[in-house]
């Protein structure tokens, strides 16, 4: 049959479906069949023929119908399941019945009535008091999920069979080890497959039902509460699942193994068509949903490597219920990590190919699922963490993730982002390994809309820093308490900064000390003293190799002078805030001498007028999302307690931690937002009296008077000489003792986690086009806007 009679036949169908107004019997095979039976639609006709529109008629019109349809229709992949998909036929009833859920599911989540419609055990309408005998019937959610997991290794249809004698003695998909089936060769298995087209879009099919079933997640409002379980993942990764090892590797194997270039060739994209691509954003994204688990609220200890002779570590503890997530947390060989680590860079690296030979590969768009990947990685598994940050392999991922947060820093559509790209630094920075490995040179080789410098990954991270910062999108303000956190993390181990780096530093404590900037939000202030803690920790551990450094404090001494003199009295006050209405601009440019940008770059653009993105929660501030850690003489760290009450006003004066009102005021920044902040002399006073100031006071009372002398005696205007100068100098001994390096590292929490969640699913969302899943269903979990 044609496929133009085939999908007549099917929207016939259809059109019965929406009109008839009495129930129509489960056993009318001949109705039912017309769905699945003989027709070939692809998944796009199946969106077109069946409009949102009349899904939601037979919704609410006749319930019955739409509850014997999707009953159907779970049957039908049951027995596909069961009966191992041995012919073509049975091959195109699963992908029609599959194709037909996808579309039909979300219609089922948007209506909290039917919410518990597939966890029922009642089968279906149009059964007349057949339930007495269901006792023992699984729930429709449980037998979709188990049908759609033995799919996913069905022997011919999604999997190489290994058959080898005649045709008759078919494989039992009951008794097929599914663990010899993994799709590809990685973490636990080393035999690759032979590459299949079909196979890999059959797989994909299956996948994006398995996603659409996950979906339920998106038509629950964001709260804590809300997203710890997920029904469906819940039951999928559990031990219900008998493929649930082979799964998950063959989702990870699948993604990290996936080279975009295509054999090596350059251009090759252009000749050949790429089947694995959808198959891999599709394994991304049932990855990250499967994985979406709050750490906060488990026990994951993760644990000693005992290397067994498995990947996974079978050590104790046994780790949480989830066993993608238990999985995950258990792999321990190098090889597996190496295999990963490899994987994420290359394909996190591909949009970068592109700037210097354009076209040359095909360029990925799913970096943001692959971001979420490896953050899951790094917060599951701290010996992945500890593996990535032990070779200079961390820059492979830093630097393309310098260069998203660099590129899309004007885009109000990419915020989310802008986001999870800090919140990975903000991890990585929080072990002294990531600082020290910043030292590595950074040889110019992707074109950056940034200033020319010579320097390492260290300058690399501040330049795109201080780009972010004074010309981002003004909705990244509330990252600049973890751009900086990240800044004073590292600092203690940066060995030398660039000319351009240090002016960079001090063009922000310029931009953040004015009095308008520091008494126009209750939180402003902090800002300065992050910097100030950075100077402090270079000035203290790192002197000798910081002339540059040093110099530019010399040069911009009046900042700190202004500080130190800050006025408290009212009028000073009420004149600051006339200059901040009258200047509303976020932060000066002026006073950064921007050098010209990298030869080949684009500047970061906005976004497209139009384009489409997904609302997010706010995320937890900088004192929730951090918990403060003190480096010992030996290097280790010990936690410091948080403070019970606002006590921190007799702590050290390197501290300057906010107080109590400034935790409360934090909540309140929106209303600061409106104007709604009034400064007082007393809150000024209470923190300025903390300013971390000493040390770079002493500096500029003992080398202040040294280089004027040199300047005075020399004529000099050269810089070259007082650099010189500074290069051999010393401070030993004239310095106060040296402040204990404070370290502020990421802790998981209720409010990361729910952020996570919808800024995923917000990815999934927008990223699933063809066909559009979710488009004009009503979702709760965030909410669609247009630029």
């Not at 570590?313 to 990590?337: K, Q, T």
């Not at 410091?640 to 300057?656: H, I």
């Amino acid at each position: 049959m044609g496929s133009a009679d085939s999908k007549l036949n099917f929207r016939k169908a259809v059109i019965q479906l929406t009109t008839k107004t009495q129930p129509v019997e489960a056993t009318d095979d001949a109705f039912w069949d017309q769905f699945w039976a003989d027709t070939a639609t692809s998944v796009q006709d199946v969106f077109a023929l069946v409009p949102a529109a009349e899904i939601r008629a037979v919704r609410e019109e006749s319930p019955s119908n739409l509850a014997t349809l999707c009953y159907k229709a779970v049957e039908k992949l049951v027995q596909g399941a069961e009966s191992g998909c041995h012919s073509e036929k049975e091959r195109q009833v699963v992908l029609n019945c599959s194709r037909l859920l996808t579309r039909v599911l979300p219609y089922i989540f948007e209506d909290p009535d039917w919410r518990g419609f597939f966890w029922s055990t009642v089968p279906g309408a149009g059964r007349g008091g057949g339930e007495e005998d269901d006792e023992t019937a699984r729930p429709l959610a449980e037998s979709l999920l188990l049908a759609i997991a033995d799919l996913l290794f069905c022997p011919d249809f999604t999997v190489q069979s290994h058959r080898r004698n005649n045709v008759d003695s078919a494989e039992d998909v009951r008794s097929l080890d599914s663990c010899e089936y993994i799709w590809e060769a990685g973490v636990g298995f080393a035999h690759s497959p032979q590459p299949n087209s079909i196979h890999d879009m059959n797989r994909m099919e299956l996948l994006k039902l398995l996603l659409t079933c996950f979906s339920e997640a998106m038509y629950l409002p964001p709260s804590p509460e809300s997203g710890s379980t997920n029904p469906w993942v819940q039951f999928f990764c559990s031990t219900e699942n008998r493929h649930a090892l082979p799964l998950f590797t063959s989702l990870l194997n699948t993604v990290c193994a996936y080279d975009p270039v295509g054999y090596g060739i350059p251009y090759n994209h252009l000749l050949f068509s790429d089947y694995r691509e959808p198959l891999v954003e599709e394994a991304a994204q049932v990855l990250i949903v499967t994985l979406d688990h709050d750490s906060a609220t488990s026990t994951t200890c993760t644990v000693d490597g005992t290397t067994t002779g498995t990947a996974m570590d079978d050590a104790e503890p046994p780790g949480p219920e989830n066993l993608f997530v238990n999985y995950l947390s258990r792999i321990h060989r190098e090889e597996d990590f190496q295999f990963i680590l490899k994987g994420i860079a290359r394909l996190l690296s591909n949009p970068l190919l592109q700037t210097y030979l354009p076209n040359s590969t095909k360029k990925i768009q799913f970096h943001q699922e692959l971001l979420v990947l490896f953050w899951k990685l790094c917060d599951f598994n701290k010996k992945f963490l500890f593996f990535v940050l032990k070779s200079s392999d961390v820059l492979d991922i830093l630097v393309p993730i310098l260069y998203f947060l660099n590129d899309a820093r004007a885009d109000q559509s990419r915020v989310g982002l802008m986001h999870i790209g800090v919140f990975i630094l903000l991890l990585l920075s929080g072990e002294r390994n990531f600082g020290v490995r910043l030292n590595k040179p950074y040889s110019v080789r992707v074109p950056m809309d940034i200033p020319v410098f010579t320097g390492t990954h260290a300058d690399l991270l501040i330049v795109v820093f201080h780009k972010i910062v004074t010309s981002g999108h003004q909705r990244l303000q509330p990252l600049f308490d973890c751009l900086l956190t990240i800044v004073v993390n590292v600092s203690p181990y940066l060995k030398s900064l660039s000319m351009v780096t240090a002016n960079k530093l001090l063009h922000l404590l310029e931009a953040f000390s004015t009095t308008w900037f520091l008494f126009s939000a209750s939180q402003n202030h902090h800002l300065v003293f992050f910097l100030l803690e950075v100077f402090n920790n270079i000035i203290q551990y790192q002197f000798d190799g910081n002339s540059n450094l040093v110099y530019a404090i010399i040069r911009k001494r009046g900042v700190f002078h202004q500080l130190a003199n800050l006025p408290t009295d009212p009028p000073s006050i009420h004149k600051a805030l006339q200059r901040r209405r009258k200047t509303p601009e976020p932060l000066s440019r002026a006073g950064s001498q921007e050098g010209a940008s990298m030869e080949g770059s684009r500047p970061a653009a906005p976004a497209e007028p139009g384009t489409l993105k997904t609302s997010l929660v706010a995320t937890p501030g900088i004192d929730k999302l951090t918990e403060k850690s003190q480096v010992s003489e030996d290097g280790t760290l010990r936690s410091l307690e948080p403070e019970s009450q606002s006590s921190s006003a007799e702590g050290s004066p390197s501290e300057g931690e906010p107080s109590q009102t400034w935790r409360e005021q934090r909540r309140l920044s929106s209303a600061s937002a409106s104007g709604q902040w009034n400064p007082t002399s007393d809150w000024i006073l209470s923190w300025k009296s903390k300013l971390p100031l000493q040390t770079i006071m002493r500096l500029l009372q003992v080398l202040v008077p040294q280089v004027e002398k040199i300047c005075i005696d020399k004529g000099l205007t050269d810089e070259s000489e007082i650099l010189r100068f500074l290069q051999h100098g010393t401070l030993v001994g004239l310095l106060p003792v040296p402040h204990p390096i404070l370290i502020r590292k990421y802790q998981a929490n209720s409010g990361t986690a729910v952020w996570f969640r919808t800024y995923m699913w917000g990815v999934i969302y927008l990223r699933n086009v063809d066909p559009p899943i979710w488009y004009d269903t009503d979702v709760k979990l965030f909410e669609i806007q247009r630029v």
